[in-house]
């Protein structure tokens, strides 16, 4: 039963490597799942609810960097005070 485990798994795992070396190019992609005459322009047009969504996606986006910007000026101005501690006390 232990080895039908291992097999299991090594199928598994060459499975999941052969499909995951797959290559997949843009224009590819969009040539196979779009018919020829699709119009990204039109399609928002008439489904404006998925541009508002990637909007809205976009914003968290940035409100998050600026949230980590904010952390990681506090961790640098909070660096300086630490060295100039150190140097302080490395005169003395």
Known sequence: ???????????AV???T???SMEVN???SVEENFPADFVAAEYL??????????MEAAVNVV???????KELRRQLQELKGT???????SLS
């Open 18 to 20: 052969a499909c995951s």
């Open 63 to 69: 409100y998050a960097l600026e949230d980590q910007l």
């Open 14 to 16: 060459a499975a999941l």
């Open 83 to 89: 060295v100039k501690l150190q140097f302080l006390f």
């Open 26 to 28: 843009e224009a590819e």
């Open 45 to 54: 047009e008439l489904h404006p609810a998925n541009d508002e969504a990637d």
């Open 1 to 11: 039963m232990k080895n039908h485990f291992k097999y299991l798994m090594l199928l």
